[in-house]
């Protein structure tokens, strides 16, 4: 997921935190200035695997003590494929500042982690994940079509401007863009392509046809515990990176729905009745070395032991992929890498009920999910409606969401004056008892705020 944050990034009351969905967003606003002082979003899911809450807080120390239909349950029936993703958005310190009424600058320092998997069929996951090797799959044919897996950690130094482009009073359009230069911390992927195999005993396997292709670089080969200690702020693995989008604003006469009085920092700033917003955004990514051992290989093997390339209790991920190798043919691939970022478009609607209710309608569209370049990462395409309550200085969000994955979460949020807290799956996770999918986030900022006098008649500035 990107930084939408339950809905909130959205709202009129966003400012600095609709600048990642939308850098439009930074026009025209109420706030002459806004600081951000820390936020982080995060998300966690699969389609495959569910676990009971109790691991939730109380995590195992590693998955190898796992068991099956104690700990976790897998989805064997399912006829569809099977994915898995997660990320960390965390927003450094960073600012906004109004040049004047249509003129906005932003400065946002992003550090992001995401990794994404999947792609593959539901039998061929079930052969893996249950008791492999498991002789009730003994002379069956497995296809496998495609499955991969990638992960990238990454700093972002963003500079946005916007401005109104258009304003007659009634109709409202503004655009902005960001730059973004990318600084790589870590990144790799693995990819099995076209692979057909026959599993004929526990001691033998044919792999007819198939090709995997990996790489990835010295961050990941060299990647220490805890995960926070591998966090790098400048690094040699450099980038570029692009958002940009446009914000239409319908004002229509709205009586008493001001909620700023004529002392404020641009006080007919965001007074609309309608807002239709369109973005593209994460356009770009880095290039990487590849560690010198990394190379593709040709899985094609005959009577080959299912045990040989099964991993050992105990063994990391770099020695298996190393022992791998003597048991398949190498292929040459190129010493370098592209990771491309999760480009996605981003469509949103907003609509003033009182000044005081509105609801949002937003749908983030992966552009870059297929199959065709392994080393990248990708958004899980989802639409959210979130119902708010915005006062001045309180907002309630409750994010309802469906995925592409047809998976349904109903969240809540809270604003309170700095202070932004909530979940878009904490109110659907409350009612199930396995879950396989979960999120939070918080943020704090410093933006101009007054409680003193309000005008008469104008409900949204008494909050």
Request: net charge neutral.
């Amino acid at each position: 997921m990107n930084m939408n944050m339950g809905g909130y990034a959205n709202s009129h009351y966003a400012g600095i935190y609709g600048v990642p969905s939308n850098p439009a967003m930074a026009a025209g606003t109420h706030f002459k200035w806004d600081i951000n002082v820390a936020g982080v979003n995060a998300a966690l899911g699969n389609t495959y695997a569910r676990f009971p809450k109790s691991l939730i807080f109380h995590p195992p120390d590693s998955l190898e003590g796992l068991k099956r239909n104690r700990d976790y349950f897998l989805d064997t029936l399912s006829t569809g494929k099977q994915f898995g993703w997660g990320n960390m958005d965390v927003m450094m310190p960073s600012f906004m500042y109004s040049l004047d009424e249509t003129k906005s600058i932003a400065f946002v320092w992003r550090v992001r982690a995401q990794g994404n998997g999947g792609g593959m069929n539901t039998d061929v996951a079930n052969f893996f994940a249950n008791n492999f090797p498991n002789s009730q799959y003994n002379n069956q044919r497995f296809d496998m079509e495609v499955a991969s897996g990638s992960f990238h950690m990454w700093n972002e130094y963003d500079l946005t401007y916007a401005q109104i482009i258009k304003d007659d009073g009634m109709h409202l359009l503004k655009g902005g863009v960001t730059l973004k230069i990318l600084n790589g911390i870590a990144a790799g992927y693995a990819q099995v392509e076209d692979a057909s195999f026959t599993m004929n005993s526990a001691t033998s396997a044919d792999i007819y046809s198939g090709t995997l292709k990996v790489g990835y670089n010295d961050g990941i080969n060299n990647w220490k515990k805890p995960n926070t200690s591998n966090y790098k702020p400048f690094t040699g693995n450099w980038g570029l990176g692009m958002d940009i989008g446009v914000v239409y604003e319908w004002r229509a006469e709205m009586d008493g729905l001001q909620g700023y009085d004529d002392t404020d920092w641009n006080p007919e700033g965001d007074d609309y009745k309608m807002r239709l917003g369109v973005s593209i955004t994460d356009f770009g990514g880095i290039s990487y070395k590849k560690v010198a051992s990394n190379t593709d290989l040709s899985l094609i093997a005959s009577n080959i032991n299912p045990y040989e390339i099964k991993m050992r209790k105990g063994e990391g991920w770099q020695s298996y992929y190393r022992r791998l190798q003597q048991y398949f043919t190498p292929i040459a691939s190129d010493e370098k890498f592209r990771m491309n970022l999760p480009t996605a478009l981003n469509v949103m609607f907003d609509y003033n009920i009182d000044a005081r209710f509105f609801v949002n309608g937003a749908a983030v569209m992966s552009l870059n999910s297929g199959r065709y370049d392994p080393s990248k990462t990708y958004m899980v395409s989802h639409f959210t409606i979130t119902p708010r309550y915005d006062g001045r200085h309180f907002g309630v969000y409750i994010p309802i969401d469906v995925n592409n994955h047809t998976q349904f979460d109903m969240g809540a949020g809270f604003r309170l004056g700095p202070l932004v807290i909530g979940s878009n799956t904490v109110l659907s996770n409350l009612f199930q008892k396995n879950k396989n999918r979960l999120d939070g986030f918080v943020a704090l900022r410093l933006v101009p705020m007054r409680f003193g006098k309000t005008l008469l008649g104008c409900p949204a500035a008494q909050f």
